[in-house]
T-cell receptor, first 113, second 113 residues
Framework: EAQVTQNPRYLITVTGKKLTVTCSQNMNHEYMSWYRQDPGLGLRQIYYSMNVEVTDKGDVPEGYKVSRKEKRNFPLILESPSPNQTSLYFC????????????FGQGTRLTVV | AQSVAQPEDQVNVAEGNPLTVKCTYSVSGNPYLFWYVQYPNRGLQFLLKYITGDNLVKGSYGFEAEFNKSQTSFHLKKPSALVSDSALYFCAVRDRGYSTLTFGKGTMLLVSP
């Protein structure tokens, strides 16, 4: 089954404790991205990657890091989480060609206390 | 720059009645336009897209959308709403010269029995 898998689904952590949210896709997609969803703000893109070792900032990259060492994986790293990073995070992948739709993971609900 | 506006936070409709969820966009070039749906505790699911050609696009679950270039709109429609259509709907745009997808803030659709 074609899917984007995120882990964990739920995470509560403390301010400053480094964490990683993993994302993996099994569709051989070139393009992967991370979004955060906040009430009243919709989805905002954090980072995206057009292929292995190629990443770029989205609209809200501050406080986040990503890496793309393999085509299937695109982890999101929070080096020093802060409460304003409490949000619902989604990973997505697509073929990358303009006009192709994105496939989304189930989401990771992160709470930073 | 590219942007999307969904002017209604919530749309209420009775089951069996037609529904419309509004979306307007702004791009510098020609757009790719998408609609996604999000059910509670789920990731976003692709509904339909406009790439080129026929202005009326048909998608999943009986939904359709009409691309109107002069009004820069891409409203989502369904002739007869179902209670199970109740969900959060997102419009998204990608300018053909851009690498990223921009989402609207979302519209909650509530269909009453």
């Amino acid at each position: 089954e074609a899917q984007v898998t995120q882990n964990p689904r739920y995470l509560i952590t403390v301010t400053g404790k480094k964490l990683t949210v993993t994302c993996s896709q099994n569709m051989n997609h070139e393009y992967m991205s991370w979004y955060r969803q906040d009430p009243g703000l919709g989805l905002r893109q954090i980072y995206y990657s057009m292929n292995v070792e190629v990443t770029d900032k989205g609209d809200v990259p501050e406080g986040y890091k990503v890496s793309r060492k393999e085509k299937r994986n695109f982890p999101l790293i929070l080096e020093s989480p802060s409460p304003n990073q409490t949000s619902l995070y989604f990973c997505a992948s697509s073929l990358g060609r303009p006009g192709t739709e994105a496939f989304f993971g189930q989401g990771t609900r992160l709470t930073v206390v | 720059a590219q942007s999307v506006a969904q002017p209604e936070d919530q749309v209420n409709v009775a089951e069996g009645n037609p529904l419309t969820v509004k979306c307007t966009y702004s791009v510098s070039g020609n757009p790719y336009l998408f609609w996604y749906v999000q059910y509670p505790n789920r990731g976003l699911q692709f509904l339909l897209k406009y790439i080129t050609g026929d202005n009326l696009v048909k998608g999943s679950y009986g939904f359709e959308a009409e691309f109107n270039k002069s009004q820069t709109s891409f409203h989502l429609k369904k002739p007869s709403a179902l209670v199970s259509d109740s969900a959060l709907y997102f419009c998204a745009v990608r300018d053909r010269g851009y690498s990223t997808l921009t989402f609207g803030k979302g519209t909650m659709l509530l269909v009453s029995p």
